[in-house]
């Protein structure tokens, strides 16, 4: 992660990103709308305590608008590293997650991300 990009996602199909192009569609995921007049902290403390109810999940890294996390499988104990970068300012957070090892998650990643904005969204609301 730079200052405003998350890691691009490789060539495998087992990762996705909300800064992947939209004409890559195996790559690329919406941002997660933010209603307006929230800061950046409520906002990282809103993803933390998404983070924080989700089975298998520790928080990695929380430094200023960026958060990672580290994702367990239940049963073979793949890592998965997922990532939020929050724009306040621009009303979204970036999303990236990927899976560590493997060629193709089956579509993890992809649900992860969507199960997670949804609960974003309700703690931001």
């Known amino acids: 992660m730079s200052e405003h990009r998350l890691s691009p996602c490789p060539s495998s199909p087992n990762c996705v990103s909300s800064q992947a192009s939209p004409d890559d569609g195996e ?3 919406e941002a ?10 409520a906002i990282v403390d809103a993803i933390v305590g998404v983070l924080e109810q989700a089975p298998r999940t ?7 608008a960026y958060v990672h996390a580290i994702a ?8 998965d590293d997922v990532e939020f970068l929050v724009d306040a300012a621009g009303g979204r957070i970036d999303v990236r997650s990927a899976s ?9 990643n992809r649900k ?3 199960a997670l904005r949804q609960r974003i969204t309700d703690a931001l609301t």
């Open 32 to 41: 997660i709308s933010v209603p307006g007049g929230r800061d950046e902290s």
């Open 100 to 108: 560590r090892v493997g060629q193709s998650d089956l579509g993890v």
């Open 72 to 79: 367990t499988s239940k049963v073979f104990r793949f890592k």
């Open 27 to 29: 790559h690329h995921i």
């Open 58 to 64: 520790r928080i990695a890294v929380r430094d200023g």
């Open 112 to 114: 992860r991300v969507e």
